[in-house]
């Protein structure tokens, strides 16, 4: 039998069957759900407690995911999102007391349904609130080193002392070319001005800079604000650059340890008759020219000669003063102090000696420091990479001088978060941004990582004081 013959008419039969039924249509998809926010823990001018809000929660009526592409931000700052339980978006943050906030969740920063639909945009603006801290007892701090100080330097004195464990002094360092710009930048970029601007004699020797043009010190302290002066101290590499004024080869750093280096002696710059010594004494006779030109328009002056004399423990010192030991250091400082005070009779200034401090090598602090009787306020020079308060450091110094010296954090790269400085107990002074050289106007940070929010969140911190705050102490 033809088994072709068989099944092929029942095959036709089945196909053209198959043909002949309707077909069903798919149920049509429904409408996207429109995704709605049903919760969120801050609201658009809510107060909050900092302790209250370790995280933002975002919650939704739908299930949602994150767009990469978009950000969400807190004042300007990418926040990093996660989804917990499928509807709710987890922003943690680390709120100050005392601080405004913009939270902004742009249109399409989530994702909702499924992909289906977008989570709508939220701008909200929220406070934190400021907790009265518990009154901190400063321990007794002594007068000023200089009996004879003005009237104008008590007075900047004592309102330092005043503020121990309420505020901190804000400050910024200008640039080599003796002027105010990097605190106009801060000013462009807070709306405020540092309390605190901070100048170095490090050309004095040269002829580029007129130091004698006190313009910038004068427009700070007529606007209530206050001076501190610095002195890098470049030194000639031999006698015979000095007595030809080769100032191209002077320097303040060992050989070794920077382009700009010497092979000036301090041993034999402390002893009389040296052409060391002679260029010393000229080199302090020029500052106290300069100082004497403040003085006499009333103005004080915190005054931090020889800073980082011991340069790193673990590899030694990199200036010249700090070369050779630490006795030798201390008798500077003296000569110092009596060519200044007794010599040229300047009482306009306050003596600040910076400290060297290093993690595991705080026992070693002390060894160069000059000795109560010469010393009004201790500083610390710091550069780390993060906002903390740095209290370690601030204990040590405070320890070194048995409480009896305010402790100032006299240069710093990262400002440190004046809550956390004020939540550990690290009660600086002052803090004194060190420069950016010749920054742009339109900068979005400083050399150091302080971005414009970090600067408007520090100047509007209830710790800090500004310029606009400070009193007239010229009186």
Not at 76 to 104: C, F, I, K, M, W
Request: net charge negative; proline share 6%.
């Amino acid at each position: 039998m033809n088994l072709r013959n068989l099944f092929y008419p029942l095959v036709v039969a089945l196909f053209f069957s198959a043909c002949g039924e309707e077909k069903e249509e798919p149920a049509p998809n429904p409408d996207p759900v429109v995704a709605e926010i049903t919760a969120c823990n801050v609201s658009e001018g809510q107060e909050v407690d900092p302790a209250d809000v370790p995280e933002i929660r975002i919650t939704y009526n739908t299930t949602v995911a994150l767009n990469s592409a978009d950000r969400i931000t807190l004042n300007g700052s990418r926040l990093t999102a996660t989804v917990s339980d499928s509807r709710t978006v987890v922003l943690p943050v680390n709120l100050q007391e005392g601080t405004a906030y913009r939270l902004v969740v742009p249109a399409h920063a989530v994702i909702a349904d499924n992909g289906a639909s977008y989570g709508p945009a939220l701008d909200i603006s929220f406070t934190t609130i400021t907790r009265e801290p518990a009154p901190v007892v400063p321990p007794a701090f002594g007068p000023l080193v200089n009996s004879n100080a003005t009237a104008q330097a008590k007075a900047v004195y004592n309102f330092l002392i005043e503020q121990y464990g309420k505020k901190i002094v804000s400050g910024a360092m200008a640039n080599v070319n003796n002027n105010n710009d990097f605190a106009d930048w801060v000013y462009r970029v807070t709306g405020k001005y540092p309390a605190l601007t901070g100048y170095d004699f490090i050309h004095i020797s040269e002829s580029w800079i007129d130091y004698s043009n006190i313009t910038p010190a004068r427009t700070q302290w007529n606007n209530n604000g206050l001076v501190t002066y610095m002195w890098h101290i470049n030194a000639p590499n031999s006698e015979e650059d000095y007595r030809s004024a080769n100032t191209a080869k002077y320097g303040f750093y060992i050989p070794g340890k920077g382009n700009a280096a010497t092979e000036f002696d301090i041993r034999e710059a402390l002893k009389e008759g040296t052409w060391q010594n002679e260029f010393l004494l000229s080199d302090i006779d020029k500052v106290a020219g300069v100082l004497r030109l403040l003085q006499d328009e009333g103005i004080p002056v915190l005054w931090r000669p020889l800073h980082e004399a011991a340069g790193d423990y673990r590899y030694g010192p990199w200036f010249w003063w700090g070369r050779y030991g630490d006795e030798y250091v201390k008798k500077l400082w003296i000569l110092l102090y009596e060519r200044l005070v007794e010599h040229h009779g300047l009482n306009n200034l306050i003596w600040v000696w910076t400290a060297q401090c290093e993690q595991g090598y705080e026992s070693q602090m002390a060894a160069s420091y000059p000795g109560d009787e010469y010393v009004d306020i201790v500083g610390v020079d710091l550069y780390p990479d993060n906002d903390n308060s740095q209290v370690t450091s601030y204990k040590a110094a405070l320890d070194m001088t048995d409480g009896h010296k305010l402790v100032s954090l006299s240069e710093v790269g990262r400002i440190p978060s004046p809550q956390k400085c004020m939540n550990d107990g690290a009660y600086w002074a002052w803090f004194m941004e060190w420069y950016t050289y010749n920054i742009d106007n339109n900068a979005g940070e400083d050399s150091f990582g302080n971005t414009r929010d970090a600067w408007k969140q520090v100047m509007a911190s209830p710790f800090v004081i500004t310029r606009e705050q400070m009193p007239n102490l010229r009186n």
